[in-house]
């Protein structure tokens, strides 16, 4: 089994990223990070990152499977308005592979148009609870939803126990 994770070139959740490769080193899930960059990534708390791969270049052949990292690189590099991103996720989607979408960057799945009918725990910023009810998701106040594919995660607040809750779902523990 292996994810490409995605994060912002700048300002993705140091947390969140440090307890995803934690959890999956710990449980043998291979990932790739991934960005839009070829430079190195700076974490909203200075982590830096260098990218496996090019987010350009991830093929549904290839991965089980994509998580999109929150952080507020999210909204200053608009990454839900990136053409090549939301149609990466629609064919992820279309491929029943597991998409997995961490606090704000449930807004990218919703502009995606891949939520429609679905439970999204959706996290207290109001763009993205528009973004949820203007693509006719369902809102949800549970700290993880997983409706057929797609996984979203309210917050990185209780990352560990949620990814515990993803890694389950997926059968990798």
């Known amino acids: 089994m292996k994810f490409a994770v995605l994060i912002s070139p700048r300002d993705f959740s140091d947390e969140t990223i440090?307890?995803?490769?934690?959890?999956?080193?710990?449980?043998?899930?291979?990932?790739d990070i991934a960005s839009y960059t070829k430079g190195e990534?700076?974490?909203?708390?200075?982590a830096i990152y260098r990218p496996d791969i090019n987010a350009?270049?991830?093929s549904t052949q290839n991965y089980d499977g994509i998580i999109l990292v929150d952080g507020?690189?999210?909204?200053?590099?608009?990454?839900?308005?990136?053409?090549?991103?939301?149609d990466l996720l629609s064919l992820f989607?279309?491929?029943?592979?597991?998409i997995c979408a961490i606090n704000n960057a449930i807004k990218i799945v919703a502009k995606a148009n891949i939520i429609k009918g679905k439970y999204i725990s959706t996290p207290r910023d109001e763009e993205t609870a528009?973004?949820?009810?203007?693509?006719?998701?369902?809102?949800?106040?549970?700290?993880?939803?997983m409706a057929d594919n797609l996984i979203t995660i309210k917050d990185h607040r209780n990352l560990e126990e949620s990814?515990?809750?993803f890694l389950d779902y997926i059968k990798a523990r």
């Open 18 to 31: 440090s307890m995803i490769k934690l959890l999956f080193d710990r449980w043998n899930v291979g990932y």
């Open 41 to 46: 990534c700076v974490g909203s708390h200075g």
């Open 56 to 58: 350009g270049k991830i």
């Open 72 to 86: 507020e690189g999210i909204n200053s590099y608009k990454l839900q308005e990136f053409r090549p991103l939301l």
């Open 93 to 98: 989607d279309e491929k029943k592979k597991r």
């Open 130 to 145: 528009r973004l949820v009810t203007l693509f006719h998701g369902l809102h949800s106040e549970n700290q993880i939803e």
């Open 163 to 165: 990814i515990g809750s």
